[in-house]
């Protein structure tokens, strides 16, 4: 029975992203810089509506409630920093994106510090988006294979293949111009996939509203602020800051998300659009957390439930198991829309960001028909390079898939640190010395990540680095050293 709803709720999903594809683009040909901003012409409200879709990940919808089973509410003091973040990037970010007319953001970098530190930026986005796309699809595909797929002979590397040609089918011709309209829809989809999920919980639990929320705040899983130790993981000024820090560079910093923005006509259409979205962020992932608490409800009432030992698996499997097949259904439509709607972004922000960045298609070819035809090439090329990394996370161990968002530590702590130098000093440095900087620093960091067991026992003390202790660690020394080794140059920043 669920391997019929899968599939059904696979087939009509798809069929649906097809038509939007074909309805935006069947009147003209699309050139490229319409792929890359679609002529500037979107309404801010459906890049806001659109956006929650690209954030909330397959992976959000599956972990962020499983983090509620120990560490209550405590990533709600993350998500507050998320949103500090979020206004930075409206004020300080967007506007200077805006004022120098840009493509891709990363081209900042060339106006600020010169080519090579612009073509670093680039790579560092490529790489990055390209581990954590592929292996944002990799969770979901396998949870998907967990739950039905494997009953009906299907392999994970075909289901790969399936999404990325279907996923490449409907993007190929509109690229940006298409996404913010299947985003819309998909995010859409998932508000009302989460309004059904809390009306089951409701309805399994056999409470009102009131109650519903009532008993969860009463079984201690609603706690939000933390003190502790200042590096400890859910301490509350720590949780702020790295929230605040991730976002700038994970959002402010990602050409997959400012891509959106850039489709508007206007910097304050683009800033009202971001704060509005920061506001909904906010509500879409408390939402999330509340459903954290109904699920450690459940496993209260249900004292045979065997609680898996991975919590981003705790979702499915209370769904699965004590939700009605209709909301099952729902459930696998949320978990595909949410999919969706973060790799198919992806997938053209990748494919914008190689061809000007690197390719340089707007400096070496004139018509604009060339043009979209070397963009189309890249885009069939990252669907591939996608779908072999998702290859290669399943002949690897489980550990892969966190190793992966560390790495986002890595790369995306040289960014945080060139635009905080470029944006809030005059200070610069020759574009070689930027680029040893920007990799020795994070070298080093890693050697130290790599023995920490060791230092730990030297010390008496157990501890080791997470992706935010990686994050600040080397955006800091980074920021340190570059304003040591440089000197003050006017006339730019």
Not at 4 to 19: D, F, K, R, T
Not at 60 to 82: E, K, M, R, W
Request: glycine fraction near 8%; charged fraction near 10%.
């Amino acid at each position: 029975m669920n391997a019929i709803i899968v599939i059904l709720c696979m087939g009509l999903y798809l069929a649906m992203l097809l038509s939007i594809g074909w309805l935006t683009t069947r009147k003209k040909n699309i050139r490229a810089q319409q792929f890359f901003l679609s002529d500037k012409k979107t309404h801010w409200a459906v890049v806001t509506f659109g956006m929650i879709g690209t954030t909330i990940s397959g992976v959000t919808f599956l972990s962020t409630p499983g983090l509620v089973y120990h560490d209550n509410f405590a990533y709600l003091q993350f998500v507050i920093g998320n949103v500090a973040g979020f206004w930075i990037i409206a004020y300080v970010l967007l506007k200077i994106y805006y004022q120098l007319g840009l493509t891709s953001i990363y081209e900042y970098l060339k106006w600020r510090f010169g080519r090579k530190t612009y073509q670093l930026g680039a790579f560092l986005f490529l790489l990055s988006r390209t581990l954590g796309a592929s292996a944002r699809v990799y969770i979901v595909v396998f949870t998907l294979y967990q739950i039905v797929l494997h009953q009906i002979g299907i392999p994970l590397w075909l289901m790969g293949a399936i999404i990325m040609i279907l996923m490449l089918s409907y993007t190929y011709k509109g690229g940006v111009k298409t996404i913010l309209w299947t985003d819309l829809v998909q995010t859409g989809i998932l508000i009302l996939c989460v309004v059904a999920m809390l009306y089951g919980f409701k309805e399994c639990l056999a409470l009102s509203w009131v109650d519903l929320f009532k008993r969860a705040y009463e079984s201690g899983k609603m706690q939000i602020w933390y003190g502790g130790h200042p590096l400890d993981k859910n301490n509350g000024v720590f949780m702020l800051v790295t929230g605040i820090l991730t976002t700038i560079a994970m959002v402010g910093l990602d050409q997959d998300m400012m891509q959106k923005n850039l489709t508007l006509k206007t910097y304050p259409e683009a800033r009202k659009n971001m704060l509005i979205f920061s506001v909904i962020f906010l509500i879409m992932n408390f939402i999330f957390l509340c459903i954290g608490a109904f699920l450690y409800l459940i496993t209260v009432q249900h004292p045979e439930f065997t609680v898996p030992t991975a919590k981003d698996k705790l979702f499915t499997q209370i769904v699965s198991t004590y939700f009605t097949p209709i909301l099952f259904f729902i459930f696998v439509v949320g978990i595909i829309a949410a999919t969706f709607a973060s790799a198919d972004a992806a997938l053209t922000a990748l494919t914008t960001s190689f061809a000007v960045d690197i390719l340089k298609i707007n400096e070496k070819y004139s018509d604009p028909y060339i043009q979209k035809r070397k963009v189309s090439q890249v885009q069939v090329g990252f669907a591939v390079v996608l779908w072999l990394c998702m290859l290669f996370f399943q002949f690897s161990e489980g550990s892969i898939i966190k190793t992966i968002f560390k790495l986002a530590g890595y790369t995306y702590a040289p960014l945080l640190s060139l635009y905080a130098v470029g944006i809030l000093t005059q200070r610069s440095l020759p574009d070689k010395q930027i680029i040893w900087i920007s990799v020795l620093i994070p070298v080093f960091v890693g050697v130290i990540d790599i023995f920490s067991p060791f230092f730990s026992r030297l010390i008496g003390v157990s501890y080791r680095l997470d992706f935010y202790h990686v994050l600040l660690l080397n955006s800091g020394a980074i920021f340190i050293v570059f304003w040591l080794f440089s000197q003050v140059k006017r006339g730019r920043g």
